[in-house]
Antibody
Framework: EVQLVESGGGLVQPGTSLRLSCAASGFTFEDYAIHWVRQTPGKGLEWVSG????????GYADSVRGRFTISRDNAKNSLFLQMNSLRPEDTALYYC????????????????WGQGTMVTVSS | QSALTQPPSASGSPGQSVTISCTGT?????????VSWYQQHPGKAPKLMIYEVSKRPSGVPDRFSGSKSDNTASLTVSGLQAEDEADYYC?????????FGGGTKLTVL
């Protein structure tokens, strides 16, 4: 079964760090660009970051650039999001999503999504 | 990086057709054919319904169709069914980023 499973979320204080992981299975991970998308409770979706199959193309939303770092380990079929200097407005459900139609840039469309991992930033 | 503009709500009776709009700019929707649409039921992950403006992934009913004119993309759901009631989001490539619309809650009356 083609699957993405996120982990690493939790409750943290403002200004601290957290590292999210996304484990892929059921497909050739290195053939696809993978992205992080977040959803604020009760609100809409926001693209956070994306990385091409070979890590040569990386993009960030303005809201997280300079604080978040995306990376991947194709040998371990894993995607990561290092989140530093967390703010209350970063509170959201974080999904990893596969670009099913392009291994790099431009971003096409997300055909596989995980179930998400919740990040809560609060004092 | 401004979000794409969608109407907050839309509705229709079973069997009717509904169209949801997604307005951007020439730097996103109007500049690329990388517009996609997602359906999200409560408590579930989004599901891809349309990609590259008008293409349907395998398994998506042909009741769902997409189009684009200038800076506005549209999703049309024909022959509305009760299970179509959900939130719908559009996205577009925007050069160095990807933008989402604010979402439209589709109600089947």
């Amino acid at each position: 079964e083609v699957q993405l499973v996120e982990s690493g979320g939790g409750l943290v204080q403002p200004g601290t760090s957290l590292r999210l992981s996304c484990a892929a299975s059921g497909f050739t991970f290195e053939d696809y660009a993978i992205h992080w998308v977040r959803q604020t409770p009760g609100k809409g979706l926001e693209w956070v970051s994306g990385i091409s199959w070979n890590s040569k193309n990386i993009g960030y939303a303005d809201s997280v650039r300079g604080r978040f770092t995306i990376s991947r380990d194709n040998a371990k079929n894993s995607l990561f999001l290092q989140m530093n200097s967390l703010r209350p407005e970063d509170t959201a459900l974080y999904y990893c999503a596969r670009d099913g139609f392009n291994s790099g840039w431009p971003t096409d469309a997300f055909d596989i999504w995980g179930q998400g991992t919740m990040v809560t930033v609060s004092s | 990086q401004s979000a794409l503009t969608q109407p907050p709500s839309a509705s229709g009776s079973p069997g009717q057709s509904v169209t949801i709009s997604c307005t951007g700019t020439s730097s996103d929707v109007g500049g690329y054919n990388y517009v996609s649409w997602y359906q999200q039921h409560p408590g579930k992950a989004p599901k891809l319904m349309i990609y590259e403006v008008s293409k349907r992934p395998s398994g998506v009913p042909d009741r769902f169709s997409g189009s684009k004119s200038d800076n506005t993309a549209s999703l049309t759901v024909s022959g509305l069914q009760a299970e179509d009631e959900a939130d719908y989001y559009c996205t577009s490539y925007a050069g160095s980023s990807t933008l989402f619309g604010g979402g439209t809650k589709l109600t089947v009356l």
